[in-house]
């Protein structure tokens, strides 16, 4: 039952880092001035994806550890790195969404999208380091 929690997760890193380099043609398209294809839809699909997969990973995680152990937090750097990267996730979502539904020339926005779902992507790496920990200490018992 606890692995299921770092599978799921993983395999949205895997997709969000496919859902990156689509985002990469975009700004290449946009503010490189580089000709280039930008699968939109694909994007927007695997994005909103990858993004609910962490959103409900995050919810089995917290679930998880709750369920087992008794308590919340009690993972320490996985636990607050998670709540920390929440927000970027659901701003993300919701501006990915708002742009696929209100079509229209835009930079600012895009480009702040972008740098958010960066951020998020770079966070959830650092997940894997101390979920890796996490794994090896409350379950592993190592």
């Not at 696929?100 to 992507?121: A, F, M, Q, S």
Request: hydrophobic content about 55%; some cysteine.
């Amino acid at each position: 039952m606890l692995v299921i929690h770092p599978i799921i997760q993983f395999s949205a890193i895997v997709l969000a880092l496919y859902v990156f380099s689509l985002g990469v043609q975009r700004f290449r398209l946009l503010h490189l001035g580089q000709k280039t294809t930008f699968r939109w839809k694909r994007h927007v699909l695997l994005g909103t994806i990858a993004m609910g997969a962490w959103l409900g990973g995050m919810l089995g995680g917290v679930t998880m550890v709750y369920s087992h152990w008794h308590g919340f937090l009690i993972t320490g750097t996985h636990g607050k790195v998670a709540l920390t990267i929440a927000p970027f996730i659901i701003f993300g979502l919701c501006s990915g969404l708002y742009m696929d539904r209100i079509k229209k020339k835009r930079k600012l926005l895009p480009i702040i999208h972008g740098l958010n779902n960066l951020i998020v992507l770079i966070l959830a790496l650092t997940q894997v380091v101390t979920g890796w920990r996490v794994y090896m200490q409350f379950v592993l018992g190592w």
